[in-house]
């Protein structure tokens, strides 16, 4: 069963720095792609920063120079390191992974929990 198990989110002022740490159980699980979505109150979920399966990070707009995004080789660990962090990254942190479930032979998406990231003004 693929689970995905994020830690790191909490209360920081503005400025300030977290790292997000997902660790992700994959059993018969071929990753295609794996990273980081947010979500803050009233919007809609939105990409933060992923790895596809070859390693090549992919950042939105507003994480680029900011926050960067790291795994072990086995894609089991799935780091956000983030710097700078203003009142608008206030939001729930989700990890996320797409690819194909070989146990039920087609493709899946799973999703972590999610932790709560607050930047304070």
């Known amino acids: 069963q693929v689970q995905l198990v994020e830690s790191g989110g909490g209360l920081v002022q503005a400025g300030g720095s977290l790292r997000l740490s997902c660790k992700a159980s994959l059993p018969s699980f071929t990753i295609n792609i794996i990273g980081w979505y947010r979500q803050a109150a009233g919007k809609q979920r939105e990409r933060v920063a992923t790895?596809?399966?070859?390693?090549?990070?992919s950042y939105a707009n507003f994480a680029q120079g900011r926050f960067t995004i790291s795994s072990n080789e086995a894609k089991t660990t799935i780091d956000l390191q983030m710097n700078n962090l203003t009142p608008d990254d206030t939001a729930v942190y989700y990890c996320?992974?797409?690819?194909?479930?070989?146990?039920?032979?087609?493709?899946?998406?799973?999703w972590g929990q999610g932790t709560q990231v607050t930047v304070s003004s």
């Open positions: 996320y992974t797409g690819g194909l479930d070989k146990a039920r032979e087609r493709p899946g998406d799973y």
């Open positions: 790895l596809h399966s070859s390693g090549r990070p």
